[in-house]
């Protein structure tokens, strides 16, 4: 679906994207993780087809970023972090409005907003919406179409948990329908729960690609920690791949002795701080 | 198709945000004053409040326009969406145009044109002062002056972020456009403007003799700045909203200008589309 080579780009003498290189499958979903000014809206930009003068190749939908026309639009679907709707108007016209700008047979759209419950503040204007209905008509905005590839910038940002989930639930609910989905996120956990891969931005390179779980694995084993009681509460780790060389472990284990066991994994921002030495806040 | 649905969408858009409204109530003041000033002073009045506010509305309505969708943030969808630059400029052209031809076509109807009429009562004065008057000539000047402003406000209001810096930039727009075609209208430093002053058949022509006998005491210069000025576009669809027959070379100067804004509204529309397409990740 996405097949990036050797993309630099620069908006004045110094690089600000540097010699990328990545490719996304149809029906992956790919984040994009990384702090403010790292590059990953312009390398949104580019993959949208919005900045043209750039090095390498940036080939989406088997169309070369530079050369698209406008009907390469006809099968991206971007949903912005914000809303991007006419408040005057109701949610039914803004989406009767933005389908009347595409070619290809719009889904209906009574069936969009039942999808992401709206049906019954369809005829609302935007204006009255509260920041998950505008997030959840902003998503189904991008939707309208059908198309194959989707842009989602921060999906859940500023989403109370019932929304967030909900978001999170519709996202998954279209990689279920093969659609290929770009997301980019400051949100660790929704990049470890709804990613196939990620791929991690500082300074306009890419520091690490790879899934979730391999990242986590690859840069810090699980550890265990347990706790007994000898003369008060005391506590040991070890790595979980060296468990069966733990003396102390086995002996507690024999002797029936452990307070309390578990295991503990780095999370996806512990190895982003480790690979980077940034955080995403 | 998609041209279409822009411009019925951008009426309605209009419509919601109340410009039909404003300009019935602005009509219906407009013919209160053409009814209550002289009959000789008519055409020359009407002349003025067509160039003056529905041809030219455009210029000041596209910072409004614009700015709202800014804020809205809509752009940012349709840079991403199959609309291309030149349709978006298209609608807003002529859907900003039939608001202007509405209120000219009802002024002109105030003033006393018939439709069709070569020298009709709106044309008495023009008569001798422009030569034959035909109120599809009106309307045609109408239609062109809108479209030359509306340019101009596109082209203006992309490149600002705030109404402020809008009404700062239209200053020298509204001077470079309204100060020569009212001295064209007025046949200032027009050597015709003699043989006109010595017909005296009103204020209208009182006035003009006057500023001609304070503007051109025999100024060849003069003479020839104003016969240079009948082809200068301002002038050009300032003669025709007065109901005079341009000139072949006037119109050519018109179109050929109607041209050139286009192109330039075509590339600071995709410039602002690029600043903002793509969403900030």
Redesign the interface.
């Known amino acids: 679906m996405i097949q990036v080579n050797n993309l630099s780009f620069s908006y004045t003498k110094q690089p600000f994207i540097s010699h990328m290189t990545f490719s996304v499958s149809p029906g992956e979903i790919f984040g994009?993780l990384g702090p403010s000014g790292a590059g990953?809206?312009?390398?949104?930009?580019v993959l949208?087809?919005?900045?043209t003068a750039y090095q390498g190749s940036a080939m989406v939908n088997g169309v070369e970023c530079r050369k698209r026309t406008?009907?390469f639009?006809?099968d991206?679907g971007?949903d912005?972090?914000?809303?991007?709707?006419?408040?005057?108007?109701t949610a039914r016209?803004n989406l009767r409005?933005?389908a009347?700008?595409?070619?290809k047979k719009p889904r209906p759209i009574d069936e969009l907003l039942e999808m992401v419950g709206l049906e019954r503040d369809g005829d609302k204007r935007v204006s009255q919406y509260s920041k998950g209905m505008k997030a959840r008509l902003n998503f189904i905005?991008a939707l309208l179409h059908d198309p194959a590839l989707l842009?989602l910038?921060?999906p859940t940002n500023g989403l109370d948990p019932t929304n967030s989930r909900m978001m999170k639930d519709m996202i998954l609910a279209q990689k279920a329908r093969g659609k290929t989905i770009l997301l980019?996120t400051h949100n660790m956990q929704d990049a470890a729960e709804l990613c196939d891969r990620v791929a991690f931005i500082v300074g306009g390179r890419i520091c690490a690609l790879d899934s979730p779980h391999n990242l986590i694995m690859s840069k810090g084993a699980a550890t265990v920690t347990y706790t007994w009681l000898e003369d008060g509460e005391h506590s040991a780790s070890c790595p979980l791949d060296r468990l069966s060389a733990d003396g102390k472990l086995k002996k507690l284990i024999s002797e029936n002795r452990l307070q309390s066991i578990h295991s503990s994994e780095p999370t996806l921002n512990d190895i982003f701080m480790e690979i980077t030495g940034r955080t995403l806040l | 198709m998609?041209l279409r649905?822009?411009v019925l969408?951008d009426i309605?858009?209009q419509t919601?945000?109340g410009f039909y409204f404003l300009y019935a109530v602005l009509t219906a003041i407009y013919v209160a004053i053409l009814s209550a000033v002289p009959e000789s002073w008519r055409e020359k009045a009407a002349a003025i409040l067509i160039f003056s506010d529905p041809a030219s509305m455009g210029l000041f309505f596209m910072g409004a326009i614009v700015l709202l969708e800014k804020s809205?943030?809509?752009p940012?969808?349709?840079?991403?969406?199959?609309?291309?630059a030149a349709e978006y400029i298209a609608a807003k052209v002529m859907s900003l145009s039939a608001i202007s031809l509405v209120v000219a076509a009802v002024l002109t109807a105030a003033a006393g044109v018939d439709a069709g009429a070569n020298a009709g009562a709106y044309g008495s004065v023009g008569a001798g002062a422009f030569g034959s008057v035909d109120s599809y000539i009106v309307l045609l000047g109408t239609v062109l002056s809108s479209a030359v402003f509306t340019l101009l406000g596109i082209i203006i209001a992309t490149r600002i972020s705030s109404l402020n810096q809008f009404i700062l930039w239209t200053v020298p727009v509204e001077l470079v456009c309204f100060v020569p075609a009212i001295l064209h209208l007025f046949r200032v430093g027009s050597p015709l403007a003699d043989s006109m002053a010595a017909n005296p058949r009103g204020p209208v022509q009182i006035c003009m003799q006057t500023c001609t006998q304070t503007c051109t005491p025999g100024s060849s210069s003069a003479a020839a700045a104003a016969a240079w000025l009948r082809y200068y576009p301002a002038s050009v669809c300032m003669e025709m909203v007065s109901g005079q027959v341009p000139s072949p070379i006037g119109i050519l100067m018109v179109m050929a200008l109607i041209g050139v804004l286009f192109v330039a509204a075509k590339y600071c529309v995709l410039n602002m589309?690029?600043r903002m397409?793509?969403?900030?990740?």
């Open positions: 994009f990953k809206s312009t390398l949104q930009k949208t087809g919005m900045l406008k009907r639009y006809e991206i971007v912005f972090e914000f809303s991007t709707m006419y408040e005057k108007l016209e409005f933005f009347s700008l595409y070619e905005r842009c910038d921060e980019t | 998609r649905s822009l969408w309605r858009f919601r945000y809205q943030r809509t940012w969808a349709l840079a991403v969406s199959p609309v291309r589309w690029g397409g793509g969403g900030k990740l």
